[in-house]
């Protein structure tokens, strides 16, 4: 299928290596967001609503302004531009202007000579609110559509959609045997060990830099320039490396803005650092999912149709709400050959932190609910859970029922791996009552096939400057979050030319000195960033090549670049060093510059809410869990994991086993302990509603020493649409490990938890409920849908689009605002400048007083 | 990061000065041990002293040694210090297993005798930031006027979350307590109270100096198990420290038990007298642990749910007194590995 890169002999690809950044990493140098200190540096801190819903009615900060050692108090009035990461959800204000919504909502930053003063000085600031009811869960968003959390959207429904492929229902109605059932996913939050932390600064000629921990430095970016109202090329954004992100720094965060501000403003830098308890604040993690999944199959356990609902607790705002309400529908369909499908999703607002994209973005929620109920499919058949899957395997380089173009399919071998591994024929079902196996698949996105805004531009950019000493600099906007991002554009690039990755110097996460890649998010960057990265790569080899060529007579066809040298494959002591070869280069070309550029292949899904879920590629990942099970108490110990990951072509080894095992470990937090838990006071006491525990040590996450034994599969075939055959491996082995432990609790005990976090106490239930055996939702709402619209599946004549939707017109987003310049500083805020744009999203214009 | 107010400090080097700065300092001033407890604390503003006396330089505090038929461990040896200690491990199994379940090998190394034992009361909704206990309107035990745990009861509920303090109860221990014009001594279970504001005995001007551990007899033996979501840094949301003297092959002559965390302070139980006189038959080890686990009544202000809680100290209680009749903990279950297992020491 891939036999031309499969069979390609490479140098630096594969061979596990130690990754460029390491030495940094380990000696404590990499310099992160608050490791940065600049000459005259002022600090920030935010003053956050201690009521769950509330109108501001007036804010003095008159004790604050006036206070030793205080620089400067923002409120929402300076900073009245709303902004959000989608387009349709500008639903955010830096400082809220007359609304908070959550108890941790942002209402005032002070800034002050150093941190302690600006903590203190938050005392200072009395703010007056009236209180107004709060919705607390999904359930009552539905049932409670005043007050309204947001202006838009229907009542407190943020969003709803409605999609199917086929006639479902005829479908069902012919199946041998349907299956229903409910499920609960709890929402938990990234807790990347780095707190977010921001500096920004004006440089003398008057633009604006922001050093950030970011996953999304081009998309903060574009927020920056909308809210300080000045022009994109005025704004340098800095993505430091990150201390982890999975998701959690990839919105334009209000602490940005702020401090970005405070610097016009003040005209020095201004740090902030946020507290473990902010971090809990900003979230946009797991969306709490409740699901309704309806399966009929016929005798022999092949799915003819699926239908799935999914419920979806937002938080406060809408975040990337919208791709999530989609994304817990878009990947049903690419591990099983799902004939008809229909999906219905629902986002409510409620008074907690919004929740967003975390590691696996919307996708583990359906994942565990599909893969639990396979499990029992098998188990009501009597067929094997493993046998099962394996005979319905969606086929490779196809469409899916909603226009999902699968590439190359590794998950049958995924799934042998496993099952050889573990000796799983001969323990499930067949160990000692307290003990069991659980088995469990995914898939994953390497890449999302559109851009957060819409755009005709590459979605990944690298650029190659190479000099007479032999160094190569390569360029590229992409963010390293640990992930290893930086190692991928050096090892590619070594790779083609022909040298060490430890040659090149790397420049990523940076506006000004980089092309635009859109960021560490969706999987994106090995595939996407990685084309650029050989595109440049090649072109700069042929520039090189074509020199070397002419001077050593040798055709360029027959040059080989490997070992730091550019020699005659037939005569390999014909040959000069890699240096000389870019001198040659540089005598007849002058100064060696390349440029290499990715854009996703178009998508087959053509229908409203098609642009969520195509992907160049989908990576596979097929799971078993070994664990025992204490009867008495409901205790649940993973004893072991194998897991096999269908990764295309590894290009470190180290990192990516790296990756499997972190996703294992994140995995093993939601599957038995992780809970962004909400605790509502006595009602006739008090309205508040407060996240249970915000902190570190109470949140309940594993550690290193909670980690069972992992072992790593990777299943490496090649996959055409990834670079050198690489598909993404830092999500997609989360997904198969929860569902896994479920099933496995369910071979060891006999009962079924139906829901995460599997603790001890949902176990003993179950065990306690002689009827149902089950623990787990009993129902899911009564939701009034909208007609979905309707796509005929490829092999239903379909050709993409719905039948019954009207004719759209893409409109190209507004991609910056270059016409807004504004250098230099801004006019203080108690003169706002005249023709400001507000588009204030407030249902009420009513404004608060604001004294200082 | 989180910022503690402004205070002075003082760095005393004898215990008379320790003293005396602590008497001037009045209701203002608290002693500063290893600051695990207190330092956070501070940051969060749950306390908030003006006046901070550190006992690290205060000569004589780290000592530890034989004193007659018991032994004598200074307040300030670390956690670090004591599980390091050959004769603690041996001899006094409960408090060795309590302390090498403290918290994280760092903390540990920070955290002394003495902080653990005047550990600050416990509560999910007292052990937040100053900004989320506005929110709610604070709680009585800080700058607040209700119990948020059982909103009409006139007490607080913070639970003792100590390691040390149930094992020495179990082990017979005694504290001593400085002030400016003596020392007393009194057993640790007196040193502590039902109450989860005063929680301790101590007068507001006494320094926690010396504990003082009975050196055991031949036949005694000890032990402590400790429930917590996670084998590596949780405080205890159940605790057993439990402590037996048995001649070899004989019967038992005198039994303690005692159930930390499920109080403001540690319960001894008396349902360890039917221990006595016997030799641990399944049936007698079932009907203590039935009886002392009743004296656990879980309150919505820690990890896991209530219920659960419950349910989990019969069986930790059961898992404890099986240890000390001889069973491997190993073969108990993975719960019983995780409550009797030790983190790595040292």
Known sequence: ?852 | MMRCGRFHYHAPRTLRDACAMLQDAGSDGMLLAGGTDLVPNMKRRQQTPKVVISLRHVAGLRDAGPDGNRVRLGAMLTLSDLTAKEEVRARHTALFKAAAQVATPHLRNMGTLGGNLCLDTRCNYYDQNYEWRKAINFCMKKAGEICWVAPSSRRCWAISSTDTAPALIALGAEVALATRDGERTLGVADFCRDDGIQYLTRNPDEILTQVLLPIPAPGESSTYWKLRRRGSFDFPVLSVAAWIRRPPEGRVEAARLVLGSVASRPVIAEAAAGLVGTTLSEDVIEAVAEEASRLAKPLDNTDFSLGWRKKAARYLITGALRELRGDDPQTLGPLARRAAELAPVG
């Open chain 1, 1 to 852: 299928m891939s036999s031309r890169i499969a069979a390609l002999d490479l140098q630096v690809v594969g061979k596990p290596r130690r990754r460029v950044d390491a030495r940094a990493k380990v000696t404590g140098q990499t310099r992160f967001a608050d490791d940065l200190f600049l000459p005259r540096m002022l600090h920030c801190k935010l003053l956050r609503s201690p009521h769950p819903h509330a109108r501001i009615r007036r804010i003095d900060a008159r004790a604050a302004v006036t206070a030793p050692g205080v620089k400067l108090v923002l409120t929402g009035v300076d900073l009245p531009i709303p902004y959000g990461i989608l387009p349709v959800s500008q639903d955010e204000h830096a400082l809220c202007l007359n609304r908070v919504r959550f108890v941790g909502d942002p209402v005032a930053a002070v800034v002050a000579v150093d941190e302690q003063t600006a903590c203190e000085a938050l005392d200072g600031i009395r703010v007056d609110y009236e209180p107004l009811p709060t919705i607390a869960d999904p359930e009552e968003a539905l049932t409670t559509p005043q007050p309204r959390i947001q202006p838009y959207g229907d009542g407190n429904v943020h969003k709803k959609v409605a999609l199917q492929f086929g006639e479902v229902d005829a479908a069902m109605a012919s199946a041998d045997r349907v299956f229903e059932d409910i499920f609960f996913y709890e929402g938990s939050t990234h807790l990347a060990i780095e707190q977010h932390a921001a500096l920004a600064a004006v440089d003398p000629d008057g633009k604006l830099t922001l050093w950030s921990s970011t996953q999304t430095p081009h998309y903060v970016h574009r927020a920056l320039s909308r809210v300080l109202g000045i022009s994109p090329a005025h704004i340098r954004v800095i993505a430091t490396p990150n201390g982890g992100g999975f998701g959690g720094k990839s919105d334009p965060f209000n602490h940005e803005i702020v401090v970005a501000k405070a610097a016009m403003l003040l005209g020095r830098p201004v740090k902030i650092c946020l507290t473990r308890e902010e971090v809990f604040y900003c979230h946009r993690g797991r969306h709490p999912v409740l699901m309704k999944l309806v399966t009929g199959v016929n005798g022999d356990g092949r799915i003819v149709a699926m239908d799935l609902q999914t419920l979806l607790d937002g938080g406060a705002y809408g975040s990337y709400g919208v791709a999530s309400t989609f994304y817990t529908g878009a990947l049903q369909t690419v591990t099983y050959e799902v004939p008809r499908y229909r999906f219905r999703g629902c986002r409510v607002f409620t008074n907690k932190p919004p929740c967003g994209p975390k590691r696996g973005h919307g996708t583990p929620q359906p994942r565990f609910a599909q893969e639990i109920q396979l499990d029992k499919i098998a188990v009501a058949l009597g067929r094997d859970p493993a046998e099962l899957r394996k005979s319905q395997l969606a086929k490779p380089h196809a469409l899916t029922a909603n226009y999902m173009r699968i590439g190359t399919m590794g998950l049958g071998e995924c799934i042998d791996r496993v099952v050889a591994g573990s000796g799983w024929k001969n323990k499930h079902g067949k160990l000692r009552f307290g003990h069991g196996v659980g088995l469990a698949c995914s898939s994953y996105l390497c890449g999302a096939g559109l851009p957060i805004y819409w755009n005709a531009l590459p979605h990944s950019g690298v650029q190659l400057q190479l000099d007479r000493s032999g160094r190569v600099a390569a360029f590229c906007g992409a963010t390293e979050i640990g992930q290893g991002s930086d190692d991928v554009l050096a090892n590619l690039v070594a790779e083609v030319l022909g040298i060490d990755p430890f040659d090149i110097r790397l420049v990523s996460g940076d506006t000004d000195l980089g092309p635009v890649d859109l960021g560490s998010y969706s999987s994106r960057v090995t595939l996407m960033m990685g084309h650029a990265a050989l595109q440049a790569a090649e072109r700069a080899r042929d520039l090189i090549a074509q020199a070397v060529s002419a001077s050593l007579e040798v055709p360029a066809s027959r040059l080989v670049f490997a070992g730091r040298r550019v020699f005659d494959a037939e005569a390999p002591a014909r040959g000069v060093s890699f240096a000389e070869a870019v001198q040659r280069g540089e005598a007849m070309h002058g100064t060696l510059g390349t440029t290499g550029s990715y854009t996703p292949p178009e998508s087959a899904a053509k229908y409203k809410g098609g642009g969520v879920g195509p992907s160049p590629a989908y990576s596979y990942s097929a799971c078993v869990v070994e664990v025992q099970v204490q009867p008495e108490t409901g205790w649940v110990e993973v004893e072991k994991i194998w897991i096999a990951h269908d990764i295309g072509r590894s290009l470190n080894p180290v990192l990516a086993r790296g990756q499997v095992e972190g996703s294992v470990y994140m995995a093993l937090g939601e599957a038995l302990m992780e809970e962004m838990a909400y605790r509502r006071l006595p009602r006739h006491l008090s309205g508040v509603l407060v996240h249970k525990f915000p902190s570190l040590l109470e949140y309940k996450s594993p550690t290193t020493l909670e980690m069972p034994e992992v072992i790593t599969y990777l299943v490496e075939n090649p996959d055409e649409a990834g670079p050198l055959g690489a598909k993404e491996v830092g999500q997609g082995p989360l997904l198969p490990v929860m569902p896994a432990v479920a099933n496995a609790v369910y071979d060891a005990v006999g009962v079924r938890v139906d829901e995460v976090p599997i603790t001890p106490e949902k176990v003993l239930r179950a065990l306690g409920d002689r009827e149902s055996r089950r623990c787990g939702p009993k129902s899911f709402p009564f939701i009034v849908w909208p007609e979905p619209l309707k796509v005929a599946p490829p092999w239903e004549g379909g050709d993409g689009t719905a039948v019954n939707e009207k004719p759209r017109r893409r409109k190209e987003g507004v991609l910056m605002s270059p016409d807004v310049v504004q250098p230099g500083l801004a006019p203080h805020p108690s003169t706002p400048e005249a023709g400001q744009k507000t588009e204030s999203s407030e249902s009420s214009p009513e404004m608060p007083e604001v004294l200082r």
